[in-house]
């Protein structure tokens, strides 16, 4: 299986390397607990506290592996600063055209999927804003397609 390279700030390569380093050392301990804990309970057969401890088991599993596939393909994206064009690692304000009327401004950190957090402004680079941004300078506008409909954004800066 090849893996597909895993875009990440240096910030996010070090918080995926947490959370993997605490589902191993921590989490995995006490659901393992709560395992046996399940299993002093009596038959397993009937015990619904023993069922949502392997399913918790099989979430954390699951975390881990995934975890340790992204980290295994990242590419740690250099965040240069101010530039001209948007690229992954830029932060990019834009404001959203509608008619004669603007949007306040918006400022969007063009990361890889791994650790986009759109509430937080972290938008992934194979987003539909995200990949219309890409390449663009300050200025520039592009409409993008949106489930509502066609959405214009203008950029006004690129740090």
């Given at each position: 299986m090849v893996?597909?390279t895993a875009?990440?700030?240096?910030e996010?390569y070090?918080?995926?390397q947490t959370?993997?380093?605490h589902?191993?050392?921590?989490?995995?301990?006490?659901?393992?607990?709560?395992i046996?804990?399940a299993k002093e309970?009596g038959d397993?057969s009937?015990?619904?506290?023993?069922?949502?401890?392997?399913?918790?088991?099989a979430?954390v599993?699951g975390?881990i592996?995934t975890?340790?596939?992204?980290l295994r393909?990242?590419?740690?994206?250099?965040?240069?600063g101010p530039?001209d064009q948007?690229g992954l690692?830029?932060?990019?304000?834009?404001?959203?055209i509608?008619?004669e009327?603007?949007?306040?401004p918006e400022?969007?950190?063009i990361v890889?999927?791994?650790e986009?957090?759109?509430?937080?402004?972290?938008?992934?680079n194979?987003?539909?804003?995200?990949k219309?941004?890409i390449?663009?300078s300050?200025?520039?506008s592009?409409?993008?397609?949106?489930p509502?409909g066609?959405?214009r954004?203008e950029?006004?800066?690129?740090q």
């Open positions: 893996e597909e875009f990440l700030t240096a996010g070090e918080k995926l959370e993997l380093e589902l191993k050392t921590v989490r995995r301990h006490e659901v393992a607990e709560n046996r804990d309970g397993i009937e015990n619904a506290g023993y069922e949502q401890a392997k399913e918790e088991q979430f599993e975390r592996m975890l340790e596939g992204i393909a990242a590419a740690i994206i250099e965040e240069t530039t948007v690692g830029s932060r990019v304000t834009v404001v959203e509608a008619g009327r603007r949007s306040p400022t969007y950190h890889g999927s791994a986009a957090d759109p509430s937080s402004g972290r938008i992934s194979e987003s539909p804003l995200g219309a941004l390449g663009l300050a200025s520039e592009v409409t993008v397609s949106a509502a066609d959405i954004f950029i006004v800066s690129i």
